[in-house]
């Protein structure tokens, strides 16, 4: 007599707590006489995908997880963004204005609710990002504390090039391969552009990792940060959120 062992399934729930983020380049004119801003009257924008999560909800709204580079505001590639916009916006002999960088960040949950958030926190070196979106309402994902065994089975829920749609949101398959440096972890998962932000949960349905970069020459191997820093990470910057939304309540009921 031969007994099966079947494989669990993949966590499914977990996938409602899964979000869209889009960054959105809406360039202000500015004076420089006056250093007055206001936006484009031509309405032009720049939009730019990723993944991310929900970690944590109050009564207020959500906190979402992604990656920093996902929140950047800065860089290269904002830079060249809005000199190929410049002549469009101001005109090429325009010399009294000159355009400012603004930005928004847009989700849409799997339910299809969109709504605005905004950057509570951010760490370029371990490449995380902790965002707040007011009115939201989704059940957050559950968290894992401790340490991840070579070899154990992980699932990636994804948009990778902005892939999916209401309730048919990618999910990927992989494994924990190790720690390749003090804070970074690697699995092998696929990705590309658009992953960057998505969770990384055990066969429990809880967040143990971020997709935040995938290997060039292969990309099924992607990098993460560690379990504990991304729990300290978040803990902290929930924390300090919290604290300073307590001090700013306690000025405004003061006499």
């Not at 966590?11 to 484009?40: D, G, H, M, W």
């Not at 992980?154 to 990778?160: K, S």
């Not at 998962?189 to 990384?200: D, L, Q, T, V």
Request: with cysteine; hydrophobic share 40%.
């Amino acid at each position: 007599m031969v007994a099966g062992c079947a494989l669990p399934d993949a966590p499914a729930t977990e996938r409602r707590s899964f979000v869209k983020i889009y960054r959105v380049l809406n360039p202000e004119v500015c004076k420089k006489k006056t250093q007055k801003c206001v936006p484009n009257k031509k309405g032009l924008a720049w939009t730019s995908q990723g993944s991310a999560s929900i970690i944590e909800a109050n009564s207020l709204g959500v906190f979402l997880l992604t990656a920093a580079h996902v929140c950047s505001t800065a860089g290269d590639l904002t830079e060249a963004v809005l000199k190929m916009m410049k002549p469009e916006i101001l005109g090429e002999n325009n010399r009294k204005k000159y355009l400012r960088p603004g930005f928004k960040y847009k989700i849409v949950t799997s339910s299809g609710q969109i709504a605005y958030a905004d950057i509570i926190n951010h760490d370029l070196e371990i490449d995380l990002c902790i965002l707040f979106a007011e009115g939201v309402r989704e059940k957050p994902l559950r968290r894992f504390h401790g340490n991840l065994t070579k070899g154990q089975r992980v699932y990636n829920i994804a948009a990778p090039a902005g892939l999916g749609a209401l309730d048919v949101i990618p999910m990927f398959e992989g494994f924990y391969i190790g720690q390749n440096s003090k804070h970074s972890s690697v699995y092998s998962i696929p990705a590309m552009g658009g992953s960057s932000g998505s969770p990384i949960l055990d066969v429990n349905g809880r967040l143990i990792g971020m997709v935040h970069s995938v290997a060039r020459a292969f990309h099924h191997v992607s990098f993460s940060p560690d379990v504990a820093s991304l729990n300290y990470f978040i803990d902290s910057s929930i924390e300090g959120y919290r604290d300073k939304w307590y001090q700013n309540m306690l000025k405004l009921t003061r006499p």
